[in-house]
Structures are given as C-alpha cells and as structure tokens.
C-alpha cells in the first residue's frame, strides 16, 4: 500500500508541476498616458495605437525596415493611372464576434473612417471617393487624383477593420467595446487605470500568438512605471525617461530597446481656433518668430533628455530624405528675439502654454519656459492630463500646445493633418492657400524629387508663419524584462504583442 500511496503522491506532484506549466500567460504593458476612444476611427493618441496594436489587424503593416507588408490583405496592385488601389484579402480571416472578415466589410470599415461624424481619418484617406466589392476577397479603392500616401496610411488606423456587425449595434459607443480581427479581443477597461484583453482563439495567424492575456497599465510618471518594471509589478514599459537609460544599461535584470522615432514634439501655436485665438503670439507672426529665436534646440535635448534625442525643425528629422533643407533651423539668437517683439510692439508678452502631464514632457516645458523668458517672453505652463489636452486643443481652448506626434512612415502622415486647412489635427487653424496647394501637389505624385520640392516650399513658407515649432525628434526608448521575448522595436513606435513569448 506504502508503494501505492507513494506512486500517487508522485502522480499528485506531477500534475500539479504540469498545471502550473499550463498556467495562463499575462503580459502587463505600462503606457505613459490613458489612451482615448478604442475606436479606429475616431481615436488619435499614440498610446491607442498600441492598444490597437493587439486589438485591430491593418489592411498593411511595416517592417523595423520601414517595407510596407500585408495583413490582413495578401496584396495590392495600381492603377494605370494611379487613380485606383486594388487590393486582396486573405481568406478564412474572421472577427472577434465570429463574423467574416471579407470585402464587404472592408468597404464598410473604409467607408466609415470617410463618413462618420468626427473621423480623424478622413483627412488622411480623403482622396478615396469609392469602394467596390470586386469580389468576397478583392476590393477597388477609387481616387479622385493620384495619391501617394494611400498604402501608407493603411498601415495605421486608416487600414484597421472593423465588424460591420458590431459597430453597427453599437454606433458612436463603439469604442467601449472594439470588434476587430486582431489576435486578442477586448474584455475591460477602467479609465486611467488598465484595458485588458484575452487572445482571441480564432485568430487568422494564432500560432504566432503565444501569450494568453494582456494588460495595459495607464502610468503617467516614468519613474514610477520603471520602479513597478523593477518590482516586478510590469513586464514592458514604453516610453522610458532618457535619464534613465545609462542606469538601465548598468543593470542585468532589465532589458533595453530603441529606434529613433518618425514623430516630433512641437510647441503648436492657435492663430485662429476661437477667441483664445486672438492675442499678440497667435496673430503676429512675429511673435512666433521671436519665440523660437528664443529656444536653443540642442541646449534642451542635452539638459532634458542627455542628448537621447534629434533636434529639428521640421515635420521630419534632419536624416529623413524629405527633410527641406532650403529652411535650416535658425541658431538661438536672443537679441533679434528681443527686436522682433519690439518691433510688434509688446516687448513682454504672455502666453500659457498647456502640457501634457508627465515628468520629460513638465521638464522640457520648464526649459522652454526659462529660455522665452530671457527673451522677455512670460510663459505660463498649464499641465494637463493628455487625453483632455488634445480635446481642450481641438475646441481652441489653448493659446500654445507643447504636444508630441509619434509620426508615420510617409511625411505626409506627419504633416497634411496639421497644416492643411480644416484638417481634424490643425489645433491651431492654419490656413495659407500657397501651403494647401503644395500639399495637395505632394500627394499626387510618387517622384521623390519632385515630392520634395513641394516639401521645400511649405517648409520655407512654414518658417515665415511659424505655426507650429517643431524642436525635437524622440527616439522610442523601451524596458522589459527578460523572461520576455521576441520583441522588435519598429520607428513607429507601436507594441506589437503578436510574436511575444513570456518564459
């Protein structure tokens, strides 16, 4: 009987040593801010589209190489006239409801992004003018000129499918529950806190999905999101504070990743959204001249971010093919600042500037607050949560916005969005009809030269109207621990949890 009891103690021991190794798998991602609306449509933060990262498959992805890959779609093919896109899909692919993921809701996801009221997308695939079903697997996007960028834009948000089934039951609340056909489906989330979501079984790629659960933490302070990496409370932490890095490079139990980015970090000036509009710094442009004379690029990347970043002035960085360089950024020059506000007559202006929360974002604020000042300009900082900043934005209730772009693979995502006049991101009302048309000139052909001359044109425009003063590039700086692997950092900066494997 004692042989019994101990075969079966043994057995005991086994199963349960085999249950744990079954266990569940959970990944716990902090995000330096709450993303908005889980909704393709309608959202806009970069922390969204990490989320969506788990949650939505594209028509198109991209490569750490910058190539654009299919996705949900198996491939593409022009026009003679580059005036229509005709893409296939793959077969078999279905949505977290179980629904097909077919033309017809490829068309109805396009159309959506087109039609809804307060789709941020509709300026990034405006010139789409029709979509035909060619068959359950084939699609043609009509233009109504040549555009460039198209393939682009739906390797983000633009290109994200949604079920027809869902959005239409659930209309504008959508984005409480998202229906995708990405490799994990939406279980919760509560506000300022965690989005959970489970892997979705009948996910089209499922064996490249190896974690069961994922969990996104909204943690503001990066110190305080590498303090719960090091106590083990997070797996991967986006967004690590560039003062950091040295420390982490030092330690054996966390590792390091980074890309530059393909984003900026602007202070964006509101010249006519409203009546905050209507102040010395939004309706002279000297103004805005003196306060960039006022600001030394590079004395900010050294101070604030230990020289981690790119410093700019443009929608793209200096190494970008599509960088004008006919429009240099100017040197610091404190004494012609001091002339141009002389000039305009108001030597001591006053502006508030509104920034999001968290501690680079605060510190760089502060910089550039000291340095305006020695200019004669008094910034005061208005520090607010993110998501509510960028709506305050929208509304024009801000005479100055320090934000941050995450950028796209195609200058013009960094760009038509917020130049153009009326576009959903043009916070600040800009409007210069020279500017327009060479935006709509740069999207109608794929010549890179010509492209650039385009680019050279607005960017020199840019510099006179100074609407937007762009002062850095980021480079994506991430932290995980080492029982995770498979994680690729790519320059846009997303999350991609699909190939992930925790030990």
Not at 66 to 72: A, D
Not at 141 to 156: E, G, I, M, V
Not at 252 to 257: M, P, S
Not at 279 to 292: F, H, I, K, S, V
Request: aromatic share 8%; proline share 5%; charged share 25%.
């Amino acid at each position: 009987m004692r042989g019994f009891f101990s075969v079966m103690m043994l057995a005991g021991v086994l199963a349960a040593w085999a249950g744990g190794a079954m266990a569940d798998t959970t990944l716990r991602i902090g995000l330096a801010e709450d993303p908005d609306i889980l909704d393709p449509t309608l959202a806009r933060t970069y922390v969204g589209r990490i989320v969506f990262a788990g949650i939505c498959d594209k028509l198109f992805d991209i490569t750490a190489d910058l190539k654009i890959v299919p996705q949900l779609a198996t491939g593409y093919s022009w026009s003679a006239d580059n005036k229509a896109l005709t893409v296939t899909l793959r077969s078999g692919v279905r949505f977290q409801d179980g629904e097909p993921m077919d033309a017809a809701a490829v068309k109805y996801s396009i159309e959506r992004h087109l039609k809804m009221p307060g789709s941020f997308r509709k300026t990034e695939i405006g010139a789409v003018t029709s979509v035909d079903v060619v068959d359950d697997h084939t699609v043609r996007l009509s233009l109504s000129t040549p555009f460039a960028p198209l393939l682009a834009q739906l390797t983000d948000r633009a290109g994200m499918i949604v079920s027809p089934k869902a959005a239409e039951a659930a209309g504008d609340k959508f984005g409480n529950h998202p229906v995708c056909a990405g490799p994990y489906k939406f279980v919760e989330r509560i506000a300022q806190d965690r989005i959970v979501l489970d892997k979705f079984a009948g996910y089209w790629d499922k064996d490249n999905v190896h974690i069961d659960k994922v969990i996104y933490r909204s943690i503001p302070d990066s110190t305080v999101r590498l303090a719960n990496l090091r106590a083990g409370q997070l797996d991967f932490v986006e967004r690590i504070a560039a003062t950091d890095v040295k420390g982490i490079q030092r330690e054996k139990k966390l590792q390091l990743a980074t890309v530059v980015g393909l984003g900026w970090d602007s202070i964006t000036i509101n010249l006519a959204n409203g009546d905050m509009a209507k102040n010395p710094l939004g309706q002279d442009r000297r103004m805005r001249q003196a306060l960039e004379l006022s600001l030394d690029r590079e004395a900010i990347n050294q101070v604030v971010f230990e020289g981690q970043f790119l410093p700019g002035n443009q929608w793209v960085s200096p190494q970008n093919p599509y960088y004008a360089r006919n429009a240099l950024a100017p040197k610091r020059d404190v004494a012609r600042a001091k002339a141009l506000l002389r000039e305009a007559g108001v030597p001591n202006p006053s502006f508030t500037m509104m920034v999001g929360i968290g501690p680079e974002n605060e510190r760089a604020a502060q910089v550039i607050q000291a340095m305006a000042k020695e200019a004669g300009f008094d910034v005061k900082l208005q520090v607010t949560e993110f998501a509510r900043a960028l709506d305050l934005a929208t509304q024009g209730r801000m005479e100055a916005f320090f934000v941050a772009w995450s950028g796209r693979t195609d200058p013009d995502g960094n760009l038509y969005s917020f130049f153009a006049c009326g576009a959903a991101l043009n916070y600040g009302h800009y409007c210069n009809q020279d500017v327009e048309k060479e935006l709509d000139l740069s999207r109608t052909t794929a010549d890179p030269a010509e492209r650039l001359k385009h680019y050279e044109a607005i960017a020199a425009q840019a510099a006179k109207d100074a609407p937007i003063i762009y002062l850095f590039h980021r480079k994506w700086i991430y932290a995980y621990a080492p029982k995770l692997s498979g994680f690729t950092p790519i320059p846009d900066g997303l999350v991609r949890v699909k190939g992930l494997a925790l030990q």
